[in-house]
């Protein structure tokens, strides 16, 4: 199990039936957050929330599903979980109940084999309350879940974790894995993203020598021609206190790991989708040391994304 940084607990879920499942991010004290869409198929909940000049800047949980849009249901589960245990935004005294802000986003795992044949019961609301209960300061990474039904390109996805620090500030990235594009370098077992690997975490694969280019054959694209779509989703998390605005940035630059670890990345067809947190106050004013922090987040992602598929295969 992968230890989160203080502050932060992660529970999971799946249905090895359904072959899908859920990941929520639980923050002690709510965080400020943002989010940054780079997908052309996006599958989300409560982003609006998190943009500019709104009323809202801190959340209470992100949730992360299988399910495509079914799954979306995973955040009404976390939103009675949170709301019966009075945790949330207060708009007024009691009676009138608190309003837990869980922003969500999907991936499309419908296509994977396992049983759909749910009718008007899909099983996300009651995984995601599952996973509520199941929160803890340490995670597992590979087939759990949100990434338990993922595929990159044509290989197994999964769930990875990874962390990186500037000087004394820790990012770390949650990513659940289900690209279009393939995780390896066309003709090779080698991660796109083996540069970034920390402490042969990766396996110490590396490229043939001589290798070159080709065009990939292990990518989604010709399956996806007939049906379905596919996503990265996550989350980078921070101990830098970081403003909405910071945040934001900080989402961006880590879009930039997909594409460091998949090709193709952030297609018509993904719905790459990747919030910000922030608990901490560790500082971050000038804009060099988020440019940095930015950098390593992205890194993060790649290294998170291999990390889940390789621990999936």
Not at 21 to 44: E, K, M, Y
Not at 142 to 152: C, F, I, K, L, N
Not at 230 to 241: E, H, K, L
Request: with cysteine; charged share 15%; glycine share 14%.
């Amino acid at each position: 199990m992968i230890d989160l940084l203080p502050g932060y607990k992660i529970g999971q879920a799946q249905d090895a039936r359904v072959k899908t499942g859920v990941t929520i991010i639980l923050p002690d004290n709510p965080a400020i957050a943002s989010v940054d869409v780079r997908g052309g198929g996006p599958g989300t909940r409560e982003i609006s929330a998190l943009q500019d000049g709104g009323l809202i800047e801190q959340v209470h949980a992100l949730m992360l599903s299988g399910g495509s849009v079914y799954g979306l249901a995973a955040a009404d589960g976390a939103t009675a979980w949170l709301g019966g245990k009075g945790i949330g935004y207060a708009p007024g005294p009691a009676p009138i109940p608190v309003s837990p802000i869980v922003p969500s986003a999907i991936l499309f795992d419908n296509a994977n084999g396992g049983d759909k044949d749910w009718g008007q019961t899909p099983p996300f609301r009651d995984l995601a309350i599952a996973a509520c209960e199941a929160a803890e300061a340490s995670a597992n990474e590979g087939s759990v879940g949100a990434g338990y039904g993922a595929t990159a390109g044509l290989y197994p996805g999964g769930l990875g974790i990874a962390t990186e620090r500037v000087e004394n500030i820790s990012v770390q990235a949650v990513i659940a894995a289900n690209p279009v594009g393939s995780p390896f370098m066309p003709g090779t077992n080698c991660p796109w993203a083996w540069v970034y690997e920390r402490d042969g975490e990766f396996g110490s694969r590396r490229p043939p020598e001589g290798y070159r280019w080709s065009d990939p054959q292990d990518t989604k694209l010709a399956f996806l021609k007939a049906a379905g779509q596919s996503t990265v989703i996550g989350a980078i998390m921070t101990d830098a206190a970081l403003t909405q605005k910071q945040l934001k940035r900080l989402a961006i630059m880590a879009q930039d790991g997909i594409a460091m670890a998949v090709q193709p990345a952030h297609t018509p067809l993904d719905g790459d989708t990747l919030f910000a947190l922030s608990l901490g106050d560790k500082s971050c004013e000038r804009p060099i040391d988020l440019a940095a922090l930015g950098a390593a987040a992205a890194r993060a992602v790649a290294r998170a994304l291999t990390r889940g598929v390789l621990l999936a295969l």
